[in-house]
């Protein structure tokens, strides 16, 4: 099979390279492929994706914007567990990611910023998560991860100046009882095991959906003091959901989602010695790093003649306990215990025109349109120590001293209202207005002080005021069937807040706005077996907001604003169904993104460098084969591989992380009720270290090594 998949991906990337096939050649190649179309059965087209980029169902070809769907067949046929894996098929998007699962944050187009506030906002089943710390979670029972790139302020509103991400659960069954219990197992110790079932307590009207897991493995980096591992996983984690249709134009869903990780320590080292010996760390004092999360999760349709209505309710709890040794060394000099918790309460309202049912304005004018509102609530709490041994501070304090930096709370409350409208013209030509207003009040209480009181404390109180008004203009054109090109032109907005902890005076940091400009164009070819997608775009920040690092406390960050940036490039797409049971893809993400002129990021001028964590270039390449054996099995076999361009690991470009390729692979069997398969991720061992950041060290920055090879088995029964 592996000598069957290496044509499908030649010609996958031939295509890609070559370009889109001109009309002559795709009327031959349907010619010869009259045979097979001859028969429905044998048709070989790829499946159609749904996704919500605008709050609304549409196909994924028809959507006026650059979205990357990653499908559950997909997730299950790579064994994505994470939002970070699913992300390397998306182009331009990067998350810079700690080993601990609570520090993951997403970057699309170079844009991203500090866990508080994010600049790509994740959304779980309609509810926005607004602090990072809760937006990686376990893959459980998840039907799509859409990454919709770009501004949607104009509909998502704060926090979504470069993009959303989008992740749905799969709906219960409400006709069969379907269910699976899968487990994977692999080097490191790894052990998962993963179990659901689903279906209906009253048939048509109330179905039900359970899932739960356990997945733990041993750390990659070792403690050459102790001889013990560092950065382990563990995590208990379920998902409950009750599905009600009471009548054919009502339905409603709870969710229930809850997590409960013991991570083990981060695995941060010196730079220079993290590329010299990978995997090691010394340390006198090994920690942890945990979290609790429980989300409920209240969703209500309604579907009319003339209108629909949406109603989300989503209520976010997480806790998280974090200790580490500070200075990253065997020396008892400093560690830090960092407790924080947060309470969200977000509440949507929406309605629409119904669904095919677009308001008739004149023979060959139709609109449809959209308008909701916004409302949550925030309560943030963190409290940091960090304890200091004799003489650390200075050569004339001989004892050690406990710093309290910060004991903060930070509460937030805000509105967002929205309207989009969609013109059509002679059902080829689109034109969209979409306009949002998002108010949002902020109050902070932020103390700092020492044990015993070796310096003043600091005492803040402030409160602030942040809103914006976020339009988005959008024109689509269908030259057929098969193409649809779209400029649109959208203004973002992040909001602005306090720092739970910062040097004197800079508490507090202003909005970031931006404009972005982008074209593109989705095709489709020879009878939907190829679909190539492509992006172009111009992204403009003013006021951007930088994470900088704390020079008075070790470890901490604080948000400030850097002046402006801009970041162009381009995104391409392939995906392709080559023969029945092969299936190849391809994507390519180039972005420059730079400061501007006059841009100063923590004290330093940076005019005209890249922006931090932003890779020249992402790209992956694959695919899948399968073949038929007897008594209805299937053989199949997976490849992938994973590109990242260079990037900074700072504003000012100080250290660097060259361009690497990670290559993935399974191949398995796969029957009615049993499957089993072998799998390995960066098979040929790639090193490299994906995160780095400036700290007192010889080389000037810590960094944590990318995970090794990794390689096991997975087996499971599905009914």
């Known amino acids: 099979m592996i000598v069957r998949l290496l044509p499908c991906l030649g010609l996958s990337f031939g295509v890609l390279l070559v370009g889109a096939p001109s009309a002559r050649a795709q009327d031959a190649a349907t010619q010869q492929t009259v045979q097979v179309d001859q028969n429905d059965s044998l048709r ?7 996704v919500t980029p605008q709050k609304e169902e549409e196909p994924a070809q028809d959507a006026p914007v650059s979205v990357t769907a990653v499908p559950r067949e997909t997730l299950e046929a790579a064994g994505v567990r ?55 979670l376990e893959l459980l029972d998840v039907e799509q991860i859409e990454f919709v790139r770009g501004p949607q302020s104009a509909l998502f509103g704060r926090n979504a100046l470069s993009g959303v991400i989008n992740i ?41 959906g359970v899932a739960m897991g356990y997945a733990r493995r041993e750390g990659f980096t070792r ?27 009502w339905d409603a869903r709870f969710i229930l989602t809850l997590e409960r990780a013991r991570d083990g320590d981060y695995a941060l080292n010196d730079l220079a010695s993290v590329r010299a010996a990978p995997f090691t760390a010394p340390r006198d004092v090994e920690g942890h790093t945990h979290r609790d999360i429980a989300a409920p999760t209240i969703q209500i349709r309604r579907t009319g003649r003339t209108v629909d209505l949406w109603a989300t309710t989503g209520f976010v709890w997480w806790e998280t306990d974090d200790l580490t ?76 001293v406990r710093e309290h930096t910060p004991v903060s709370r930070i509460d937030d409350r805000g509105l967002g209202v929205y ?54 203009f959008t024109a689509a054109y269908r030259t057929s069937a098969a193409t649809r090109v779209y400029a649109t032109a959208s203004r973002g907005f992040k909001a602005g807040g306090f720092n739970p902890a910062s040097p004197a005076g800079r508490e507090a940091y202003d909005e970031e706005h931006s404009w972005n400009v982008e074209g593109g164009v989705k095709t489709t070819w020879f009878d939907e077996r190829l679909s190539v997608n492509a992006a172009v775009f111009r992204l403009r920040w003013q006021d951007m907001q930088v994470n900088a690092p704390n020079p008075a406390v070790p470890g901490q960050f ?89 990037y900074f690991y700072d504003d000012a470009n100080t ?29 040929f061992d790639a090193q490299y270290v994906p995160l780095a950041f400036p700290f007192a060290t010889p080389s000037g920055f810590v960094g944590e090594p990318g995970a090794p090879r990794t390689f096991g088995l997975r087996a499971g029964v599905t009914f």
């Open 44 to 50: 070989i087209r790829l499946p159609v994706l749904i």
């Open 82 to 136: 994470s939002v970070s894996e699913a992300a390397e098929y998306a182009p331009n998007t990067y998350f810079n990611e700690f080993t601990a699962r609570k520090l993951s944050n997403a970057r699309f187009r170079g844009v991203g910023s500090s866990p508080a506030n994010p600049g790509v906002t994740t959304y779980v089943d309609g509810v926005p998560q607004l602090n990072t710390n809760s937006s990686s």
């Open 168 to 208: 749905a659960s799969s709906r219960p069954s409400l006709r069969t009882w379907t269910g699976s219990v899968v487990s994977p197992v692999g080097n490191f110790g790894a052990g998962d095991l993963r179990a659901s079932a689903s279906g209906p307590l009253v048939a048509d009207r109330l179905g039900l």
């Open 223 to 249: 403690n050459p003091v102790t001889g013990h591992d560092l950065d382990s996983r563990s995590a208990l984690f379920g998902k409950t959901q009750l599905y009600w249709t009471p009548s054919a134009n």
């Open 325 to 400: 040794d500070l200075d990253y060394s065997a020396l008892p000099l400093a560690t830090r215990r960092n407790n924080e918790r947060d309470r969200q309460f977000t509440q949507e309202v929406r309605v629409a025109s119904a669904r095919d049912q677009a308001l008739v304005l004149s023979d060959a004018v139709t609109m449809k349109w959209q308008a909701g509102a916004f409302v949550f609530t925030q309560a943030y709490e963190q409290e940091a120590i960090n304890d200091y041994g004799a003489f650390v501070l200075s050569p004339f304090l001989d004892f050690p």
């Open 419 to 472: 309207g989009e409208a969609t013109v059509t013209f002679h059902d080829r030509f689109d034109a969209t207005i979409g306009l949002r207003g998002d108010v949002e009040h902020k109050e902070a209480a932020l103390d700092s002080f020492f044990t015993p009181l070796v310096a003043p404390p600091v005492e803040v109180r402030a409160d602030a005021d942040f809103g914006d008004v976020s339009p988005q």
């Open 558 to 646: 604080f948000i400030e604003n850097a002046a402006g940036a801009v970041s162009k490039g381009l995104e391409i797409e392939m995906n392709a169904r080559l023969a029945p049971g092969c299936d190849v893809f391809a994507s390519l993400g180039w972005a420059d993104a730079r400061f501007e002129e006059g841009s100063v990021s923590n004290g330093v001028a940076v005019d005209g460098r890249r922006l931090a964590n932003a890779p020249k270039y992402t790209g992956s390449a694959g695919g899948q084969y399968s073949v038929s054996l007897p008594r209805s099995a299937t053989a199949y076999v997976r490849a992938e591989l994973v590109f990242r361009g260079p």
């Open 655 to 683: 250290a660097e992380q060259e361009a690497y390729s990670l290559a993935n692979f399974r191949a398995g069997v796969r029957g009615r009720r049993l499957f089993g398969e072998i799998w390995t991720r960066n098979a």
